[in-house]
């Protein structure tokens, strides 16, 4: 997980990583509609191979969605020039058999891995080289790679096709607080919204996040959709049947009619369908011990990959996962770094029982590591905070507050923001600090930290 200084927290809501390929301000992200009609060649593409010493991925062709391309090897240099690793969400996707969409626009490429994009350049030696990072382009599509790829041939059909993206302009806020915190990388817990997408939306994402003309909801799929989705469920391609299981799973008990038809995957062949369907079925009956089960032995599987999906699925899982937070805890030293970050996302995402899990693990108290927390915060240390730290928080509020609350009125205006920012994701809780909060308000005499208190604010409430 990419960490930023927290000192660059309100800063980077606002105006993200420049790109000499794409404008800085997320204002100006391209929505879905404008990739699709600069595009001249779009194709969905699977990994056929991929080397991490080398830095190397090779993707071949399943179908073209627009123009014609070759059947050639698509061969990608995925680590940058002066950079020495790949990419967290490059790595964690180039596993053979996983797909993205591709959308060529003359030398250059933006390939979605459905929850994480990257661009890519031609050379003249038959390579693409990595471009630089595109932190905007979930403001276009965020989601399943097998939606995005039944939506484009709508688009062209100058037909509405229903496509998911985080959230931008709601609730008033001029750009998602998730983007520039990185909780992208933290499924399960980021803000998405579906909207009704059409050749002939605007460019820009600026106001279409906020517009009720796009908007049809928040979260992954709709009540609507259940119908379809269930019958997806029978596609061919194992990553649709996994994105289909993490879809339905989505809407919780909404999704009861789902269960059988999950419960039928649970023997599927692909051990990533197996752990999305399993826990689709604890959002839907949190007490299912055939679907812990299943996850438990994808923990003590002999293949990498499969404890790495099991441990996401844990994560998705929500508060019905908690009863394998120990079993979570211990993968945090899997001998392979994949299963140890995909482990350390689910305790992210499964809040306080996992935070349990691993203060049991390490043995030592939840007050003590609140407090430990509260001290990094304050001293502008504690890096990217996952959302369980922010949940640990919420139970002691009182110590807490105690911390934060004078930082509110602190002479650096970094103090304050971290302030602010730690006591907006603690949430309710923290309610009792909305005074302070709202003094803090009318003192600020900067907008952006204005913007900032106002979000607190309403958090808080």
Not at 189 to 214: E, I, K, T, Y
Not at 317 to 336: E, H, R, T
Request: hydrophobic content about 45%.
């Amino acid at each position: 997980m990419r960490c930023f200084q927290c000192r660059l927290t309100v800063a980077a809501a606002w105006c993200l990583l420049s790109a000499p390929s794409a404008p800085a301000y997320v204002d100006l992200a391209p929505t879905l509609a404008r990739i699709v009609r600069e595009s001249q060649t779009i194709s969905v593409v699977e990994v056929d191979r991929f080397s991490r010493d080398k830095g190397v991925v090779v993707l071949k062709k399943v179908r073209d969605l627009k123009g014609e391309t070759g059947t050639d090897p698509i061969k990608h240099e995925v680590i940058r020039a002066k950079e020495s690793g790949v990419d967290r969400a490059i790595l964690e996707w180039a596993e053979p058999g996983c797909r993205g969409v591709a959308f060529v626009n003359g030398k250059t490429v933006m390939v979605c891995l459905g929850e994480d994009w990257y661009q890519a350049h031609a050379a003249e030696d038959g390579w693409w080289r990595l471009g630089a990072p595109r932190p905007d382009l979930p403001l276009a599509y965020y989601g399943t790679v097998s939606r995005l790829a039944d939506a484009i041939p709508l688009l062209l059909a100058d037909k509405n096709a229903v496509i998911t993206t985080l959230t931008h302009g709601a609730d008033r806020e001029g750009a998602s607080f998730d983007l520039a915190l990185n909780r992208a990388s933290l499924p399960g817990l980021v803000r998405v919204q579906r909207l009704s997408a059409g050749l002939r939306m605007p460019d820009v994402a600026l106001g279409v996040g906020a517009n009720p003309a796009f908007v049809l909801g928040t979260g992954r799929a709709g009540a609507d959709e259940i119908a379809a989705l269930v019958e997806k469920l029978q596609a061919a391609d194992g990553t649709a049947r996994a994105e289909t299981a993490a879809d339905l799973g989505s809407l919780g008990t909404a999704a009861a009619a789902a269960g059988p038809e999950l419960v039928k995957l649970l023997d599927d062949d692909v051990p990533r369908v197996r752990m999305a369907a399993a826990a689709a079925l604890l959002r839907i009956k949190p007490k299912d011990t055939q679907a812990l089960d299943i996850l438990a032995k994808g923990f003590q599987s002999e293949n990498a990959s499969t404890r790495r999906h099991a441990a996401r699925a844990a994560g998705l899982a929500g508060p019905a996962g908690a009863p394998l937070a120990g079993k979570l805890a211990a993968l945090l030293k899997d001998p392979d770094v994949l299963v140890r970050r995909a482990a350390l996302q689910a305790v992210a995402t499964l809040g306080p029982a996992a935070a349990e899990a691993v203060a049991a693990e390490r043995g030592t108290r939840g007050e003590g590591r609140a407090e430990a927390l509260l001290k990094k915060i304050v001293a502008g240390t504690a890096g990217n905070v996952p959302a369980w730290g922010y949940n640990l928080l919420a139970r002691f509020p009182e110590e807490s507050l105690a911390v934060l609350t004078p930082g509110l009125a602190a002479k650096d205006l970094a103090t304050r923001e971290r302030a602010a920012v730690a006591l907006g994701y603690i949430g309710r809780p923290a309610a009792a600090a909305k005074l302070q909060v709202a003094l803090a308000l009318q003192t600020a005499g900067d907008e952006r930290e204005q913007r900032l208190l106002k979000w607190c604010l309403r958090q808080l409430d």
